[in-house]
């Protein structure tokens, strides 16, 4: 059975740095797609930064050069470093896990950050 679960969230002021951590349960997370997408009020989730099977990154383009995406595969875990932190980077975050082979992924319930003026 797979179960994502997301860590770390909080409240930060604006230039300040979290990290959120990611474990996938039940994923092999060095075969696996592993990312982290944001929702914020009355928005569409969005793509922060992933991390694909062959370590090629992937980043949205409001967090490149802030944010910095890694994975620890004996820990089955992936890890958001985020600097420099906005106001508009609040959002709930969270982590989606699609396992070699599969289509769909999975989610976790999400963690949320809120970053103050």
Same mark, same amino acid.
């Given at each position: 059975?797979?179960?994502?679960?997301? @860590?770390?969230? %909080? !409240?930060?002021?604006?230039?300040?740095?979290?990290?959120?951590?990611? !474990?996938?349960? +039940?994923?092999?997370?060095?075969?696996?797609?592993?990312?982290?997408?944001?929702?914020?009020?009355? *928005?569409?989730?969005? !793509?922060?930064a992933?991390? /694909? @099977? @062959?370590?090629? /990154?992937n980043?949205? %383009?409001?967090? *490149?050069?802030?944010?910095? $995406?890694?994975? =620890?595969?004996? *820990?089955?875990?992936?890890?958001?470093?985020?600097?420099? !932190? *906005?106001?508009? =980077? #609040?959002? $709930?975050?969270?982590?989606?896990?699609?396992?070699?082979?599969? @289509?769909? %992924?999975?989610? +976790?319930? +999400?963690?949320?950050? #809120?970053?103050?003026?």
């Amino acid at each position: 059975q797979v179960q994502v679960v997301e @860590s770390g969230g %909080g !409240l930060v002021q604006a230039g300040g740095s979290l990290r959120l951590s990611c !474990l996938a349960s +039940g994923v092999v997370a060095s075969t696996a797609t592993m990312g982290w997408y944001r929702q914020a009020p009355g *928005k569409q989730r969005e !793509l922060v930064a992933r991390i /694909l @099977s @062959s370590d090629i /990154l992937n980043y949205g %383009g409001s967090v *490149k050069g802030r944010f910095t $995406i890694s994975r =620890d595969n004996a *820990k089955n875990t992936i890890y958001l470093q985020m600097n420099s !932190l *906005k106001p508009e =980077d #609040t959002a $709930i975050y969270y982590c989606n896990a699609i396992p070699r082979g599969m @289509s769909a %992924g999975y989610w +976790g319930q +999400g963690t949320q950050v #809120t970053v103050s003026s």
